[in-house]
């Protein structure tokens, strides 16, 4: 089923659950432009061509433009090869997972991204967070507004009530907390919304208070 997260006088944010477990993925249109930003083709390729076509009213002619992918894990590329063989559109990811994404696809992935790019199109940008430890190239995307909450699309690395799968790693899991901890708690303030590829959405306000059990958890 589709849903409207938020709707801007610049953006519309839209999203559709996926596959048995649930995968999030996310539609993000600039009302201005029509412009479309596809973050994580994780599966069933006719329910994203239902999410694209339901943008529909948010532009004069909506076009989907590129697609995001947060990380290589199989569940969240699924439907990667047919979109990109439809639409022609290009594909980034995280430096350090593209030769993961590219095996398991055969898509080539047209950029690797870095923490604190800047990627988009015209009338949509957003800012490139690496979350490592989940695997060695997830990342996370902030969408900001004035006068309006961040919005942080977090793959697999931050869900309500903890950070991401490390497999029981402590140094996975000092890595990926501290990136949590430093570039998204740190920098976002608590009305920030997190978009996480399963599940329901949160905010850092909700979570913030859990940090430090979190660290002593160990995972």
């Known amino acids: 089923m589709e849903v409207l997260l938020a709707a801007t006088p610049i953006l519309t944010i839209r999203s559709v659950s996926v596959s048995s477990l649930e995968n999030n993925v996310y539609l993000l249109t600039s009302c201005e432009t029509?412009?479309?930003?596809?973050?994580?083709?994780?599966?069933?390729?006719?329910?994203?061509?239902?999410?694209?076509?339901?943008?529909?009213?948010?532009?004069?002619?909506?076009?989907?433009?590129?697609i995001i992918t947060t990380h290589s894990h199989p569940d969240h590329i699924r439907a990667l090869a047919p979109l990109v063989e439809a639409t022609g559109v290009p594909v980034l990811?995280?430096?350090?997972?593209?030769?993961?994404?590219?095996?398991?696809?055969?898509?080539?992935?047209?950029?690797?991204?870095?923490h604190g790019d800047q990627v988009g199109v015209p009338g949509l940008s957003l800012t490139v967070i690496e979350l490592r430890g989940h695997?060695?190239?997830?990342?996370?995307?902030?969408?900001?507004?004035?006068?309006?909450?961040?919005?942080?699309?977090?793959?697999?690395?931050l869900f309500p009530g903890g950070i991401g799968n490390t497999d029981r790693d402590s140094s996975r899991f000092q890595q990926l907390m501290t990136d949590v901890a430093r570039r998204i708690f740190d920098n976002y303030d608590d009305a920030a919304i997190v978009h996480p590829g399963h599940g329901e959405p949160t905010t850092l306000g909700a979570e913030r208070p859990s940090l430090e059990g979190w660290w002593e958890r160990g995972w």
């Not at 006719?46 to 590129?66: C, Q, T, V, Y």
């Not at 695997?135 to 690395?157: C, K, M, V």
């Open 135 to 157: 695997t060695p190239g997830s990342i996370a995307l902030a969408y900001r507004e004035a006068d309006q909450p961040a919005h942080l699309f977090t793959g697999d690395s």
């Open 93 to 114: 990811a995280g430096e350090e997972d593209v030769a993961a994404i590219e095996e398991q696809t055969g898509v080539r992935v047209s950029r690797g991204l870095r």
């Open 34 to 66: 029509g412009n479309q930003v596809l973050i994580d083709a994780a599966d069933d390729p006719m329910a994203i061509g239902r999410l694209l076509g339901s943008a529909s009213s948010d532009a004069g002619e909506p076009k989907l433009s590129l």
